[in-house]
Nanobody, 128 residues
Framework: QAQLVESGGGLVQAGGSLRLSCTAS????????VGWFRQAPGKEREGISC????????YYADSVKGRFTISIDDAKNTLYLRLNSLKPEDTATYYC?????????????????????WGQGTQVTVSS
């Protein structure tokens, strides 16, 4: 049974940084498109960054562009999201997900495109 496990969340002051990790077991990231999503209380799940399965396309939501960086370490089979210059509005539960083909380009970095595997989420809280 494939599984995704997120880690690295926590409480941080505004302006601070975190690095989220998503470790996979039972699947290889190289075969899928990957994505990071977040959901704040009372809000819909938001796609914030995705990489296509062919690794040709990378997407960032406008709200995180220039502050967050997605990356994959194939040797460790781990997906990362570096969060810099954090703002209180970044407070949410962050999830990783995989799908094939999933995200290809444009505005397809959406939770309804990713149906195969999801992690359980890691909480990020940014204090002002």
């Amino acid at each position: 049974q494939a599984q995704l496990v997120e880690s690295g969340g926590g409480l941080v002051q505004a302006g601070g940084s975190l690095r989220l990790s998503c470790t996979a077991s039972g699947l290889i990231f190289d075969e899928y498109s990957v994505g990071w999503f977040r959901q704040a209380p009372g809000k819909e799940r938001e796609g914030i960054s995705c990489i296509s399965h062919d690794r040709d396309s990378t997407y960032y939501a406008d709200s995180v562009k220039g502050r967050f960086t997605i990356s994959i370490d194939d040797a460790k089979n781990t997906l990362y999201l570096r969060l810099n210059s954090l703002k209180p509005e970044d407070t949410a539960t962050y999830y990783c997900a995989v799908e094939f083909p999933g995200y290809r380009n444009g505005d397809e970095c959406q939770s309804n495109v990713f149906n195969r595997y999801w992690g359980q989420g890691t909480q990020v809280t940014v204090s002002s």
